[in-house]
């Protein structure tokens, strides 16, 4: 594995277009298809395949194991949160309009804040899964 | 005659039907633990499209208002089956799971090699 | 908005929020302590929320602000109100006794995980009886399912694993069946919401497709509430769980798919459609009069007493769907109080074989010879709540089946009165063999560590016990409501 140049030099041409792709995808969702799901797996497919072409522990020293398992509830910290502050707000829970004095920005924030919530919890549940499957069995 | 041109104007729900029984078929059929869960996971599959293929309407555009389009598809079902499809993706992949774990603890996902003893039970 | 108009969304966002704290925790004994603030605090809130409703009314909360129908309503009635009651006062009473049970059966890295997963499937359940919006039903199911399935999975036994995914198939197949029927009504109908497919169905009568839709939500339903012949993954599932899982579930999961059943058979398709139209109550007689007997006598040949007291919550399923087939006010009333007695009277069973394996570490019913004298408290608990299942006079059992045999009376079917007798005698059968063996054996496990249980853990389920007597007595408080939730019901009222 360690002689296969193309493939290491292929991936690593690849990778920052795919975290760059993942982020094209997330914020450019308001105008075309995309959003924090497709963002989250992309962003950690370029994790896997650094994990898969590197070995595991070159990709655990970029995303620890830990901090995988940290983004799963942080992410739907973000979401759950926005609905609660929405709520603290005097509208309902995720009721998006009352966060900012204008209802329609408010929407807009509210949406960008709870797909970045969803990117975060997606993409460390993608990462977190492929971690545990791929350490199975080596002690 | 009747029949066919019957079955070509739904080919949508043919096919939804055709995906649903042969998934069940091969959860009841198969007794390896992963093929179970594909046939599980094809099951789930043809709920989408039960869902989707109706919502799209013939010659309808994207639900984004505009005064030259007055024909939008439905977008609901799509938003549903959003859900569904994390559903269906979280419960495959704590089946498999699963299945790892049953495969370190008993050495096999066959069920008839961890149930041999079926009859009696 | 008020606090009190946020009430519907703090019953669900409250667990979800104590889930999440517990998985960034990652401490068992911090989880726990999280779990058990949120679990005191729901029956508070489903206390606010029922009184509310008790008067015939209903709360509507427009989630996300986006007013029905497009958006997602939470919609709570007396019916709602009576199973958020039942399952907040369930999660109440379990979490005082999970921490010592919990430590001693979950690995301790684990148990932080265990929280959450509880937590999860607490808000999914209560989601359930919540919402009034058919979709959003089945994704609570589904996140009340899968933390149950992982909660199941976390058990000590290997066995734990397999019954987790036999659970699981049959799980998904079940709620799969039900998406296939929603996705029916909504093409029907156009709809999801529940208040707006009961008026269409109304209007728009049973045509095929609704028909369709109404069998595969029946069957859909029927695999989660293990309705007879689809009970195969119950008795597995609670016997190789962590005790506190299987009292949880028994108490709980089975109960809100039966709120699902009501809602649907009596609010959405309306009893003429159902009833009056389609052989239901006749198939419904049938599959309950076959658990109540087939469950029940397989109980009594069970020698793991979790697996017994599994098999009789199949044959006690039986008393409520049966009340669900007669549909006259006095059965249906007989079902739904069942449904709050058979949750105090399992609750407190499963928690008193949990404190035996707490101490002995088995559940076999030879391992537990003797016990009595060693653990008089937690058989003395076992042995109320075995006499409440048996249906004893003064005990909640006996009020669900005097109203069940009222309103057999009331068709005139005198034959079924008999039938509920029979089974109860069953039931005498494997409640007595256990009291028998408890007290009348001489002692198998001897030792210190052979005593009763620490106070956090009996207290829950004597006040379940005493509960199964005092409502036994008093019957105005469960009876008085379930009266009130059937005439809505058979008024068809959404």
Known sequence: MKLDLILRITAKLMLPFMLMFAFYVQFHADYGPGGGFQAGIIAAAMVILYGIIFGLPAAQKVVPARLAEFMVPLGVVIFAGVGAIAMLMGGEFLNYSVLLSDSVRGQLIGILLVEIGVL???????????????????? | MTIISEIVANYNQWITIFLMVSGLYIVVARGNMVKKLVGLSLFQTSVYLLYTSPGKILGGTPPILDPDFTVYSNPLPHVLILTAIVVGVATLALGLALVVRINEEYGTIEEDEIFPEKDGE | MTLESQLPALQIVLPLFGALLCALLRSGSLAWLVALVVSLAMPVI??????????????????????????????????GAYLVMLVSVIGALIMPYARASVAKEIDADKQAWFYTMYLLCLAGLLGIAITGDAFNIFVFM??????????????????????????????????????????????????????????????????????????????????????????????????????????????????????????????????????????????????????????????????????????????????????????????????????INHAMMKGALFMAIG????????????????????????????????????????????????????????????????????????????????????????????????????????????????????????????????????????????
């Open chain 3, 46 to 79: 489903s206390a606010l929320l029922l009184m509310q409703v008790q008067d015939g009314g209903f709360i509507s909360y427009e989630l996300g602000g986006w007013a029905p129908p497009w958006g997602i309503e939470y919609r709570i009635d007396v019916v």
């Open chain 3, 142 to 339: 589904e996140i009340s399912s899968l933390s149950t399935y992982v909660l199941i999975a976390l058990g000590k036994d290997r066995r734990a694993l397999l019954s987790a995914y036999q659970y699981l198939i049959m799980g998904t197949i079940g709620a799969t069946f039900y998406v296939i029927g929603v996705g029916l009504l909504y093409a029907a109908t156009g709809t999801l919401n529940l208040v707006e497919l009961t008026a269409r169905i109304a209007e728009i009568g049973p045509t095929r497709p609704v028909l369709a839709a109404l069998a595969f939500l029946v069957v859909g339903i029927s695999l989660k509430l293990a309705l007879f012949p689809l009970h195969v993954w119950l008795p597995n599932a609670y016997t190789y769980s962590p005790s506190v899982v299987s009292a949880f579930l028994a108490a709980t999961a089975t109960k809100v798919a039966v709120y699902l059943y009501l809602r649907f058979l009596f609010s959405v398709f309306g009893v003429t459609v159902v009833f009056e139209g389609l052989p239901v109550p006749e198939i419904m007689l049938v599959l309950s009069i076959a658990a109540m007997f087939g469950a029940s006598i397989v109980a009594v040949f069970q020698d793991d007493i979790k697996r017994m007291l599994a098999y009789s919550s199949v044959g006690q399923i039986g008393y409520i769907t049966l009340g669900i087939g007669l549909a006259n006010k006095m059965g249906l009333t007989g079902g739904v109080v069942h449904l």
């Open chain 1, 120 to 139: 975060v919890t997606v993409s460390g549940t993608m990462i977190a899964i492929f971690y545990t499957f791929a350490g199975r069995g080596r002690g």
């Open chain 3, 355 to 494: 404190a035996v394996v707490y101490r002995i570490g088995s559940s076999k019913l030879d391992d537990l010879a003797g016990i009595g004298r060693k653990m008089p408290a937690t058989t003395i608990v076992f042995a109320l709540a075995g006499l409440s299942i048996i249906g004893t006079p003064g005990t909640v059992g006996f009020v669900s089946k005097w109203y069940l045999a009222l309103g057999a009376l009331d068709k005139g079917w005198w034959w079924l009165v008999f039938l509920l007798v029979a089974s109860s005698l069953i039931s005498m059968v494997y409640i007595g063999r256990v009291i028998e063996v408890v007290w009348f054996r001489p002692l198998r496990h001897t030792g210190p560590e052979v005593r009763d249980v620490p106070v956090s853990m009996l207290a829950p389920m004597a006040i379940l016990a005493a509960a199964t007597v005092y409502f036994g007595l008093d019957t105005s408080l469960t009876a008085g409501i379930a009266r009130r939730a059937v005439d809505i019901l058979l008024a068809g009222a959404p």
